[in-house]
């Protein structure tokens, strides 16, 4: 994608416009290229209500929204409106919210509530929600009738800027996270920038973590404009808000042209999240937000990265700032090492046991790395609790 | 793929060789031509203990080998042998027998295995068994941790000539067969001819079901060499059988090289599963094998085709006679047409609430077309017991 060079530092007057927050970003489109599972991702404010975000979807005659009990009050019934005008019948499936219920009996449910209703496989499913209601609901769209078609409308900060984006599916299983899952493209994404003003300042947080982290993996100069705009960013400012998510899809998509299955580069995606699936796990689903756990994750593995000796302590100390700035948890909670290796070594990146960590090389590019366990003791224990 | 036109009333001796079941015919491969994700199907008395057929799979630390009671105290041994020359370390998962355990309890208890096991992705499972062990091992392939290689060791002929290959992986939902699952592609399919000895008679002919079904859909030449060689079949001749097994692996990936997933062509595989299907859902999974609720449902879409004026009264009566010839069942269970009607709305090739039968327009040509509710009655009217 030319876009990822091309908008590397790009000024879209966010820096300008601070002052004048009630000013509106406009809609953009940035394209996916993956061949006959291209789509379009669709930023900007009010989306939801925009008709051009709703034409050329696949036709059907049932439109299928999946989402949680906390969305569902605040956008269910404005989605449903705006799905009306396109759909014959338009059904809906209200799971319980949050991390716990990301697992195989909330995908049965859709698929009860999909037979109950004679819904055929040219149904179209819409996820309304963060992660947890995507990801369940792409695993839920790759396996129902062996697939069928549907679109991200990812309502927190971390699902528009991560997970909503790219096709990773999956539901937890109680020995790991993500385990049980799929690579299954939507047919569209679409974040609308209005709803990020209702996000729970820590679930707006936790959304940071990801937009961080492609600073240091892909694009050193997103990571000076992000520790410019922090203060910008933490008001939510809609222009800011709106370069942020911009940037973190174009770096996505990005990589995710280059490998859909994550053979490789892909990998590079999930700095951070060796260590921060442990600290999920070990402290039990739903104590930590994925991307507080990410936030803390990242200062783990920018320390790993110094340790290797790759990157010097300046960077460590420069990263946990920043995550801390946003609102994040810095230190670890102290499982032990022992269970931290534990919960590591079922990582899905692990092969034959051995853990291979997502570490940073230079700025703006990052690689797997397998380290001694020693010195990932030395790393938990420098940034425990 | 040019071995369809090629192949097509192909003389390998078969019937030459009626005198001498004991001359057995060579080990042959068909390639699946479908880009990055083409295999081989290696075809012929043996394979299981020949070291060609193991030859250049994904390298891996760990093979896990799934299969069923009944198969496990035949052939499990044998195949564990031959993978540990292989693999480091070769596992195995039994489950229960039988289409009652093709359901998502199975599939869990294999990642319940894999996970306490630490198999990481490059894991290659081994679907040994018959369609239910094939279709829910591959789909245990397509969702652990995203998708992992998996190979099919078909042991019923059912599996050999039709389920095994082409990538359609599924279990059972309780409202509806195969209704959650996946289309993902084996790396290799092993069809060892030896193990045909083994089948019980009643699974013997519902595996001849699928055989007789290639002749009127693609192949009215097979249809012809079919009904000549039915005696030498049913008597399990080693060169008989490993034609119509070639022959049936041919058609069937001619048919998904141009259809992978069944946006179209593929559907045609399906003739007599929509009635077969309805037969197996309306008397609960296990109570008919699915060859023989196929083999009854050929004779109900025969019959529609010749009321929907496509085929003359005679090819019923030709079909019928063949299908009670292979040992199947040729009069439907009396379920009310409601209850049929019912069920086949909810099979997957219905749109809308409208059922899209299978029916043949020629003799080795088959399309979609719906049906009048009460001339369908009349099918069943018909040909129920």
């Not at 929204?65 to 499936?93: I, P, W």
């Not at 449910?109 to 309304?128: I, K, W």
């Not at 694009?219 to 400012?237: N, Q, T, V």
Request: aromatic content about 6%.
């Amino acid at each position: 994608m030319s876009a990822f060079a091309a908008a590397a530092g790009a000024d879209d007057g966010a820096g300008a416009q601070l002052g004048t927050p009630a000013a509106s970003p406009s809609v953009q489109t940035i394209q996916i290229d993956l061949g006959d599972r291209s789509y379009p991702i669709v930023i900007g404010p009010g989306v939801l209500q925009s008709a051009s975000s709703w034409a050329d979807l696949p036709r059907a005659a049932t439109a299928v929204v999946v989402t949680n009990v906390t969305v569902a009050h605040l956008y269910l019934s404005a989605l449903k409106q705006a799905l009306s005008l396109h759909y014959t019948r338009v059904l809906e499936v209200v799971l319980p919210d949050g991390e716990a219920h990301k697992d195989w009996g909330s995908v049965n449910t859709v698929f009860d509530q999909l037979l109950h209703q004679a819904c055929d496989r040219r149904t179209v499913l819409f996820a309304l929600g963060g992660g947890v209601i995507g990801d369940l609901t792409g695993f839920a769209a790759a396996c129902y009738m062996r697939g069928v078609p549907f679109v991200q409308v990812p309502t927190t900060l971390l699902a528009q800027v991560d997970s909503s984006v790219g096709g990773k599916t999956a539901v937890n299983h109680p020995l790991g996270k993500n385990m049980i899952g799929a690579f299954y493209q939507p047919v569209r994404v679409l974040c609308d920038l209005d709803v990020l003003r209702t996000l729970p300042d820590r679930e707006f947080s936790a959304g940071l973590a990801e937009v961080i982290k492609y600073g240091p993996i892909a694009d050193a100069a997103f990571l000076d404009w992000i520790e410019e705009h922090m203060p910008a960013l933490m008001a939510r400012e809609p222009k800011v808000l709106a370069h942020a998510v911009r940037r973190s899809c174009e770096i996505k998509a990005w990589v995710v042209e280059q490998d859909e299955r994550e053979a490789g580069l892909r990998a590079i995606l999930n700095f951070g999240h060796t260590f921060g699936h442990a600290i999920e796990a070990g402290l039990g689903y739903g104590q930590w937000l994925h991307g507080e756990a990410v936030g803390c994750g990242m200062v783990l593995a920018a320390d790993l990265s110094h340790r290797l000796g790759l990157m010097p302590a300046s960077f460590v100390a420069r990263l946990r700032g920043l995550i801390e700035r946003a609102g994040l948890p810095v230190r670890a909670p102290d499982l032990g090492a022992q269970r931290y290796l534990q919960w590591m070594r079922v990582d899905k990146k692990a092969e034959g046991g051995e853990i291979r960590f997502v570490v940073i090389e230079a700025l703006g590019r990052a690689g797997l790395r397998t380290a001694p366990d020693a010195l990932v003791g030395e790393v938990l224990a420098a940034h425990s609790v």
